[in-house]
């Protein structure tokens, strides 16, 4: 059974940090490519971060870019996102995505965890 649980949400002040770490179980951890989005109320769901395999490169939407970071552990089949300098319009759902493509599509989500900027 494959699980994507994510953990680090909450209430942050604008201009401060939060760091979201995502634990994956149930998938060969290094063959997915993993990704953060998030949705605002009203909202799409965006892309935020992603990152291909091990060490593999890294890919930002441009509202976050030199903001946030993202991060993964092969050994501890873990992603992590890094978030400084938030801004109220950071609020939003966090999700934790893992992808491949090999033939088949596979295509795992996590239950989302709320992350509000706010003053």
């Known amino acids: 059974q494959v699980q994507l649980v994510e953990s680090g949400g909450g209430l942050v002040q604008p201009g401060g940090s939060l760091r979201l770490s995502c634990l994956t179980s149930?998938?060969?951890?290094?063959?997915?490519?993993l990704n953060w989005y998030r949705q605002a109320p009203g909202k799409e769901r965006e892309l935020v971060a992603g990152?291909?395999?091990?060490?593999?490169?890294?890919n930002y939407a441009d509202s976050v870019k030199g903001r946030f970071t993202i991060s993964r552990d092969n050994v501890k089949n873990t992603v992590d996102l890094q978030m400084n300098s938030l801004k109220p319009e950071d609020t939003a759902v966090y999700y934790c995505?893992?992808?491949?493509?090999?033939?088949?599509?596979?295509?795992?989500w996590g239950q989302g965890t709320q992350v509000t900027v706010s003053s």
């Open positions: 995505n893992a992808f491949k493509r090999d033939g088949a599509q596979w295509n795992y």
């Open positions: 149930g998938i060969t951890f290094s063959r997915y490519a």
């Open positions: 990152i291909r395999g091990p060490g593999g490169s890294t």
